[in-house]
Nanobody, 126 residues
């Protein structure tokens, strides 16, 4: 199973930026669609963004569109989430995840992702 580790979270003021990274160990991510999800206290885990295994397709939740950018660097076995113009409602634990399938199509559903990181906290103050 792929082991994923997120980093880059922290405390930022509204309007600020953060860049999250997701590194893999024990396996290559180059054949897997990668996603970012988040979970705020008392709420269900929700989809944020997804990128296809070859980087050719991306898809975003409406709430983050035009503010967040997902990317990947297969040579470095890493996925990224650049978050700009952060809002207090973006406060959550952010998780990266790898698709269960190799060469899978993009998905926004957690059930399609088989490997998850431990999460990194993002807190946006007003």
């Amino acid at each position: 199973q792929v082991q994923l580790v997120e980093s880059g979270g922290g405390l930022v003021q509204a309007g600020g930026s953060l860049r999250l990274s997701c590194a893999a160990s024990g396996w290559s991510l180059s054949n897997y669609t990668m996603g970012w999800f988040r979970q705020a206290p008392g709420k269900e885990r929700e989809f944020v963004a997804v990128i296809s295994w070859n980087g050719g397709r991306t898809y975003y939740a409406d709430s983050v569109k035009d503010r967040f950018t997902i990317s990947r660097a297969n040579a470095k076995i890493t996925a990224y989430l650049q978050m700009n113009n952060l809002k207090p409602e973006d406060t959550a634990v952010y998780y990266c995840a790898a698709d269960r399938r190799t060469y899978g199509s993009i998905s926004r559903y957690p059930r399609d992702f088989g490997s998850w990181g431990q999460g990194t906290q993002v807190t946006v103050s007003s």
